[in-house]
């Protein structure tokens, strides 16, 4: 018996070969700006989602928004969050770009509340600041309602003053500009200084025809990308998505995200929090699509630059192989 023990054990040792570590998770790599909110996801992903998902995240830090696409169209990262407008750009050129909805937050038109301006009519002849350009969606979204509920041309009846987004808040606060329309994350440091949306467009939207809000930020990558690596697409949407629900249920992980935020105070960390929770999309449908195809016709009646001069939204705009 002794002898047959020490086969046994000796039979063993020989089986247990030492193979070294396992093998890393393959990397998604993201293009990402270093302020920018999406980072605020990317950490809780990075938190140890993107392992159970299959996937290390590679965060690639970039110095503004067209460098992130400019990324995306060389190859250098995988994915970014960018709009459908861009995305519809890309397809109408033969490029293969596809889109999962990533936020629905919006911008809004802020207001000092002691000016006393109450509807659009009220700012006839203000300086009004607009982030995004002259074709910025909201922009365009806000001449189109200023024209259905006021006969308002409203690009004519307003001084437009078009900067970037903290410059423009800057000039509120010192009471240069009557109001802003900006993005949502620099609305939410004007409310934290008592300034209010006189419109959003979010209320802009069902105004024009448009039940569903479409999301208008979304992950961004090429449809041969999704093909050739289905497990890691797959499993960088699943990241993102459980890593909302994380974000919108869990106050504790939104203490390890503050100093990435740039929050100063206590009121503007909440403000923040509020307004990125508000934004999370459940998942999307057909009603989606329909929404942004909605949005698109709109805003090329008003401005075909914001369409970048497409007569429609091109097939595939919205990625169809996957619906969290």
Do not use: C
């Not at 989602?49 to 503004?64: C, M, R």
């Not at 936020?103 to 809004?108: I, K």
């Not at 209320?203 to 039940?211: A, S």
């Not at 890691?232 to 504790?252: F, H, N, P, R, W």
């Amino acid at each position: 018996m002794a002898k047959l023990s020490s086969i046994l054990l000796a039979a063993f040792s020989l089986i247990a070969v030492d193979f070294g570590p396992a093998a890393a998770a393959p990397e998604v790599r993201v293009g990402t700006l270093q302020f920018g909110t999406v980072n605020w996801e990317l950490g809780v992903v990075a938190g140890g989602i993107d392992q159970k998902h299959g996937f290390t995240l590679k965060p690639v830090v970039l110095a503004d928004k067209d460098a992130t696409s400019v990324a995306l169209l060389s190859g250098e990262v995988d994915a970014i969050v960018t709009d459908w407008i861009w995305v519809a750009k890309q397809r109408s050129l033969g490029r293969d770009f596809t889109f999962v909805p990533f936020s629905r937050s919006v911008g809004a038109l802020m207001v000092d509340p002691a000016k006393g301006y109450k509807t659009l009519a009220d700012l006839k002849g203000k300086s009004i600041g607009i982030a995004g350009g002259a074709s910025d969606k909201s922009w365009v979204l806000l001449q189109a309602y200023a024209q259905k509920t006021a006969g308002m041309e409203i690009s004519k009846a307003i001084d437009a003053q078009f900067a970037a987004p903290p410059m423009l808040n800057e000039l509120m606060l010192r009471g240069k500009l009557d109001g802003v329309l900006n993005f949502w994350n620099f609305n939410a440091r004007l409310k934290e200084k008592g300034m209010v949306p006189l419109i959003t467009i979010g209320e802009i939207l069902p105004t024009l025809g448009i039940k569903t809000s479409p999301p208008l930020l979304g992950w961004v990558f090429s449809e041969k990308w999704a093909k050739d690596n289905p497990d890691l697409a797959k499993g960088l949407i699943d990241a993102s998505y459980e890593a909302k629900q994380v974000m919108k249920t869990d106050d504790a992980v939104w203490l390890k995200l503050r100093p990435k935020m740039d929050a100063e105070s206590d009121s503007l960390f909440e403000i923040l929090k509020a307004g990125y929770r508000e934004g999370i999309p459940a998942g999307y449908s057909e009603a989606d699509v329909t929404a942004a195809a909605e949005a698109f016709d709109l805003m090329r009646s008003i401005d075909q630059e914001a369409v970048a001069g497409l007569d429609r939204l091109p097939a595939g705009t919205f990625y169809p192989a996957y619906r969290p």
